[in-house]
């Protein structure tokens, strides 16, 4: 693994919302520590309502964690694009990840509940 990356359980119990609906609740997040950058916390796929996400053909590399794809959330008022991304087949040092969900949008609120 990367130096710089630290991977662990978070703590507690983390819920996803988007427009004020909770879209996803576990008690087996993963919280990401990537050198200065703010922590991500990363979802169990289980733990997420799938049925607001959409594929998305958005694809990004990293050269610690490896190729992320995207998903777009899809509500009934609006689709928030590229707000979800995932590696699914990480590279060897974060394995932890893999197939794990981050979200990253202002509309969506990722909180310790």
């Known amino acids: 693994m990367a130096d710089h990356i630290k991977i ?3 703590p507690g119990t983390w819920s ?4 004020g609906a909770v879209i996803g609740e576990s008690k087996n997040a993963l919280e990401l520590a990537e050198g200065s950058y703010p922590e991500v916390i990363y979802f ?5 309502a799938m049925a607001f996400l959409d594929a998305s053909d958005k694809t ?15 509500t009934k008022s609006t689709t928030l ?3 979800v991304w995932s590696y699914e087949t990480p590279k060897e040092g974060v394995i932890e ?3 794990y969900l981050a979200f990253g949008h202002d509309d969506v609120t ?3 509940i």
């Open 60 to 74: 990004t590399h990293c050269p610690h964690k490896g190729d992320a794809s995207y998903f777009d959330i899809v």
């Open 81 to 83: 694009e590229a707000a």
């Open 16 to 19: 996803v919302r988007v427009g």
């Open 8 to 10: 662990r359980k978070a």
């Open 97 to 99: 990840i893999a197939g």
């Open 44 to 48: 169990p796929r289980e733990d997420i």
């Open 110 to 112: 990722v909180e310790k």
